[in-house]
């Protein structure tokens, strides 16, 4: 089981990038994903969500508006995140990861490697 | 938003108890789940579920929930031990949440 993110990279205040997470290993349409980000130093923040079937999604107020998940459930198995008008405030890495339910719950059980954003003049 | 707050850091010699605990209003009604990430990596869930531990997961790593409190214990510490913790709830008002981070220090 595996996810591999990729996209990161150095950009611009005001410009946008998309991030992309292959999925390997497991059955990716059955799966509830997510994406966290972590500041330099700082902690973890959850940002977005998708359900398996990509019928509803979740943002955190920090990015509502301006990113926008989605998934390909086909034989790419991938998970992506198109950031928009991006700030310095959004420079971190980025992880997608795997959500598992329990009861009521979802807790994150398989986190790629990450990749980093820096947004910079 | 739910805030959940952590003390920054712990230390702990080796062989003993380190105690990483999380605040949050009435976390006791919520399962807690907690995260170890080590320098330079992404982070490997460690309790999930308030107690219940993933597969590969020591012993030694164990958790309990109440009140306003819920509380990561590592028992018989390691080295390997060393790292950040964060605690992580799910609630219906503000999706996901996560701790402010716990550096334990292995001495």
């Known amino acids: 089981e595996q996810l591999v993110e990729s996209g990161g990279g150095l950009v611009k205040p005001g410009e946008s990038l998309r991030l992309s997470c292959a999925a390997s290993?497991?059955?990716?349409?059955?799966?509830?994903m997510h994406w966290i980000r972590q500041a330099p130093g700082k902690g973890l923040e959850w940002i977005s969500s998708i359900t398996s079937s990509a019928s509803s999604t979740f943002y955190a107020d920090s990015v509502k508006g301006r990113f926008t998940i989605s998934r390909d459930s086909s034989a790419k198995s991938s998970l992506f995140l198109q950031m928009n008008n991006l700030t310095a405030a959004d420079t971190a890495i980025y992880y997608c990861?795997?959500?598992?339910?329990?009861?009521?719950?979802?807790?994150?059980?398989?986190w790629g490697q990450g990749t980093l954003v820096t947004v910079s003049s | 938003s739910y805030v959940l707050t952590q003390p920054p850091s712990v230390s702990v010699a080796p062989g003993q108890t380190a105690s990483i605990t999380c605040g949050g209003n009435n976390i006791g009604t919520k399962a807690v789940h907690w995260y170890q990430q080590k320098p330079g990596q992404a982070p490997v869930v460690v309790v999930y579920?308030?107690?219940d531990r993933p597969s590969g997961i020591p012993e030694r790593f164990s958790g309990s929930n109440s009140g306003n409190t819920a509380t990561l214990t590592i028992s018989r510490v390691e080295a390997g031990d060393e790292a950040d913790y964060y605690c992580q709830v799910w609630d219906v008002n503000t999706d996901h949440a996560f701790g402010t981070g716990t550096k334990v220090t292995v001495l």
């Open positions: 579920d308030d107690s």
């Open positions: 290993g497991f059955t990716f349409s059955d799966s509830y």
């Open positions: 990861a795997r959500g598992s339910e329990t009861g009521s719950t979802t807790y994150f059980d398989l």
